[in-house]
């Protein structure tokens, strides 16, 4: 695990020196919301999209005045009562809207992907033994995704780290050609199941212990949710901004951005670094949900898998 922490910062640290690198560190978008002011005059987000499943304009979560009157006596009667236990009638509601959803939401982020593509053959299915493709002099060059080679150079400091892996993990998704400013480039999409109700449960003991506003399972920004995986800064801030400003068009609105490319390394797990966007997805018969896009830099997201195997197999043990 140390030594794929640090492979995470080599990474990290060569990530910095590539196109568009610095712009990608110093993006600090405000964590918007209705309860946030001052939004960055450079976005084009309101400043009163809500962030909280249970506010009026998502209604994932209902909170009946009864049920805070219920809150309230508890607390009257015992300071000290861990609330985060008795909230399992707000998961059950986030659960079944996440999963009413979830099949639309990954639609909508498929379609705006789409709407970039460069070819009308049909996408490449990513797995364990599927293939990745490379551009060479316009062409395209197969590869076997089981000899994925992480090569990381430190820029001007001549240092250098390599992580070779003989067997890549399972990985379902789909790989899509899309036309960027300057060149074209396969974006990886990864669709992710709705989180289970025994994650959920695990989320709301942690926030309830960060945060005092109750109920803490309205804080689960990513019931539904999707991964896109680029090749370093450049292709993340761009295909970030497809999403940014799609809005209405897709039923999309940005609400949260969470950059962990702008974290300081102590403040990371694992060394780990994404940026994580939240959006209020407007679904059909007028319901609404928060779900998240993570986008990832291709060889960071590529040794968090290799984190992720070691971490199931410690926990095992």
């Known amino acids: 695990m140390d030594e794929l922490s640090v492979l995470c910062q080599l990474r990290y640290e060569a990530l910095c020196h590539e ?16 309860n946030r002011e001052n939004v960055n005059s450079s976005t084009h987000i309101p400043s009163q999209l809500p962030s909280r499943q249970d506010d009026e304009q998502v209604s994932a979560i209902i909170v009946y005045e009864k049920a805070r009157a219920e809150k309230d006596l508890s607390l009257s009667v015992d300071s000290n009562s861990k609330l985060w236990q008795d909230e399992d009638i707000f998961l059950t509601q986030l659960f079944r809207r996440a999963t009413l959803l979830n099949d639309s939401f990954q639609t909508v982020v498929k379609e705006t992907l789409l709407q970039h ?18 551009e060479s002099e316009g062409e395209s060059t197969i590869h076997d995704a089981n000899e994925f080679h992480v090569e990381i150079e ?67 920004l990513d019931p539904v949710r ?14 970030f901004a497809w999403f940014e400003t799609c809005d209405h068009a897709t039923g999309l609105r940005l609400c949260r951005v969470k950059n962990k490319f702008a974290f300081k390394f102590e403040d990371l797990v694992g060394g780990y670094r994404d940026f994580m966007a939240s959006f209020i997805f ?29 971490y199931k197999i410690c926990r095992a043990a």
């Open 19 to 34: 196109p568009k690198g610095q712009e990608l560190v110093l993006l600090h978008l405000p964590l918007l919301g209705s």
């Open 117 to 134: 593509q460069v070819w009308s053959g049909s996408n490449l299915s990513l797995a364990c033994d599927s293939e990745t493709h490379s």
């Open 154 to 220: 430190m820029s001007g400091r001549g240092s250098r780290a390599s992580f070779l892996s003989v067997k890549d993990d399972h990985m379902i998704g789909e790989r899509i050609k899309c036309q960027l400013k300057s060149h074209t480039a396969y974006i990886d999409l990864l669709p992710a199941p709705v989180k289970t109700i025994a994650r959920m449960r695990e989320k709301v003991a942690e926030y309830a212990f960060n945060s005092d506003i109750w109920p803490y399972s309205a804080n689960i």
């Open 282 to 310: 407007e679904g059909k018969g007028n319901l609404n949900i928060i779900g998240e896009i993570q986008f990832h830099d291709r060889a960071l997201h590529y040794l968090k898998r290799k984190m992720h195997r070691l």
């Open 226 to 239: 999707a991964s896109i995986v680029c090749d370093g800064p450049n292709e993340i801030l761009e295909t």
